[in-house]
């Protein structure tokens, strides 16, 4: 079964937001126009980041080089108190992944990326965070499906770029763009992605 969880905010002119938020973790996919400045500010979290559409720049304090272009398919983690802002250099649209995890060193100097893998059909880009697995699937082979495997004890998100058609358990669902759906108890998904898009899966301990 697969479900829309999120909700659409304003968070200010400019700024739009779906969100799907616990006590744990915050999922949050931004819609941000060209010109557009965050304010510098820091939380208890930590913090992954992800670009899929446009270019921004993310000012971090405390780094040696404290300013990061993000273009398409960068991403990195900020840990948890790590002051930083962020500046739009065109529309842009990006993920933000808010956890705690006490086990994250407390350098906001550290950053990690998703490692590249290729499967037969398709690309995966996979982080462990440790509680949290984020994985990042994209078309390599046109009109070919992807399927993967899911661990159902898990809560699993999905966020895809582009519309797409998932199967499962013998039903068929529709997703849309950039916003947050959960995938309940399913140990198998096929997609068919159209061409050039991607989408990423957040895999959280079913405590959290």
């Known amino acids: 079964m697969i479900e829309l969880v999120s909700f659409n905010r304003k968070i200010k002119q400019g700024f739009l937001q779906a969100a799907y ?10 819609k941000i126009d060209l010109g557009i400045a965050l304010d510098q500010h820091e ?18 304090q405390g780094q040696e080089d404290n300013v990061r ?20 250099i065109s529309d842009f649209i990006s993920l933000d992944f808010k956890y705690i995890d ?4 407390q350098d906001n100097s550290q950053t ?19 509680t949290y697995i984020i994985t990042r699937v994209e078309e390599r082979l046109q009109d070919q499906p992807v399927r993967l495997r899911l661990e159902p004890e898990k809560s699993t998100f999905l966020i895809c770029s582009k519309n797409m058609d998932v ?8 997703l849309k763009p ?11 998904m ?19």
């Not at 068919?192 to 959290?208: C, G, K, R, Y």
């Open 112 to 130: 990690q990326n998703l490692e590249k893998s290729l499967r037969r059909n398709y690309y995966v880009d996979e982080l462990d965070l440790g």
């Open 190 to 208: 096929f997609s068919h992605m159209s061409d050039d898009s991607e989408f990423l899966i957040l895999e959280v301990a079913s405590n959290e």
């Open 21 to 30: 938020m616990t006590n744990n973790f915050e999922i949050l996919v931004n």
């Open 69 to 88: 272009r993000m273009k398409p398919g960068c991403s990195l983690t900020m840990v948890s108190h790590a002051e930083h802002s962020a500046r739009a």
């Open 167 to 174: 199967i499962m358990a013998e039903s068929e669902y529709q």
């Open 178 to 188: 950039f916003l947050i759906y959960q995938i309940r108890k399913e140990e198998e």
């Open 102 to 105: 006490n086990a994250v060193k």
């Open 43 to 60: 939380h208890l979290e930590n913090q992954f980041v992800y670009c899929f559409e446009g270019v921004f720049d993310l000012f971090i």
